[in-house]
């Protein structure tokens, strides 16, 4: 009777043999938790860049957009150039341009903003840099205008968008029905503004080696 109530004491305990299972399982059953936490982290981090570039590559396509429907021509003042120059041949006004560039005069009405704005009319562009910027030129006058463009606009740039690997402008021109890769209108397109102006802008998701294309078409009113 004595010796059958010291094995049933003994066996209360768990054996070696039994908690090294324990262990395995339990491993087991981390790693699996930890591999399904880190596949779900890993995806809402790249869902979360993708909508990033999404909205940034987006607001700056709308800016572009709002600049260009309002660009302006003025026959009569050979200083209100619409002019598009060509990442083989830049204007070399910017420091730093890594692609096509464009700049333009443009009825934006600063007033609204300014009551001491001299007109509506102001100085736009676009370019990007070689640390993968994309900047915004942009000036208003308030006192008499000059708007010839030059190296001292370079100053009057604003950083609107990064990670952007790549602004690639082309302009339709409705005399030639053809796309064309530069535009001057006190040049080969004298007095003319583009029909429509097609944007691309690419942009690369941060610490990742993927990137996103979006292009926009913008039809430029008759003025």
Same mark, same amino acid.
């Given at each position: 009777?004595?010796?059958?109530?010291?094995?049933?004491?003994?066996?209360?305990?768990?054996?070696?043999?039994e908690i090294l299972v324990v262990s395995v399982i339990f491993a087991i059953l981390a790693t699996s938790l930890f591999v399904v936490f880190n596949a779900v982290l890993y995806s809402?981090?790249?869902?979360?860049?993708?909508?990033? %570039?999404?909205? *940034?590559?987006?607001?700056?396509?709308?800016?572009?957009?709002?600049?260009? /429907? &309002? +660009?302006?021509? $003025?026959?009569?003042?050979?200083?209100?150039?619409?002019?598009?120059?060509?990442?083989?041949?830049?204007?070399?006004?910017?420091?730093?341009?890594?692609?096509?560039?464009?700049?333009?005069?443009?009825?934006?009405?600063?007033?609204?903003?300014?009551?001491?704005?001299?007109?509506?009319?102001?100085?736009?562009?676009?370019?990007?840099?070689?640390?993968?910027?994309?900047?915004?030129?942009?000036?208003?006058?308030?006192?008499?205008?000059?708007?010839?463009?030059?190296?001292?606009?370079?100053?009057?740039?604003?950083? %609107?968008?990064? *990670?952007?690997?790549?602004?690639?402008?082309?302009?339709?021109?409705?005399? /030639? &029905? +053809?796309?064309? $890769?530069?535009?001057?209108?006190?040049?080969?397109?004298?007095?003319?503004?583009?029909?429509?102006?097609?944007?691309?802008?690419?942009?690369?998701?941060?610490?990742?080696?993927?990137?996103?294309?979006?292009?926009?078409?913008?039809?430029?009113?008759?003025?």
């Open positions: 009777m004595e010796g059958i109530l010291t094995a049933n004491y003994k066996r209360k305990g768990l054996t070696l043999i809402w981090r790249r869902t979360q860049a993708h909508l990033e %570039i999404h909205q *940034n590559a987006r607001m700056a396509l709308d800016m572009v957009t709002g600049d260009l /429907t &309002a +660009a302006y021509l $003025n026959s009569a003042d050979a200083t209100v150039r619409f002019r598009g120059y060509d990442s083989g041949a830049k204007s070399g006004w910017m420091t730093n341009s890594a692609d096509d560039e464009l700049f333009f005069v443009a009825a934006l009405n600063p007033k609204l903003n300014d009551a001491n704005a001299f007109t509506e009319l102001c100085k736009a562009g676009y370019f990007r840099d070689t640390s993968n910027n994309l900047y915004r030129v942009y000036l208003y006058f308030t006192a008499f205008p000059n708007f010839n463009f030059s190296a001292a606009d370079y100053g009057n740039r604003h950083k %609107i968008a990064s *990670n952007i690997t790549q602004l690639q402008l082309r302009y339709w021109d409705a005399t /030639t &029905a +053809a796309f064309v $890769n530069t535009w001057d209108s006190g040049g080969a397109q004298a007095g003319r503004l583009p029909s429509m102006v097609e944007v691309t802008i690419s942009a690369k998701e941060p610490n990742s080696p993927k990137t996103q294309t979006f292009v926009t078409n913008v039809y430029i009113p008759w003025r």
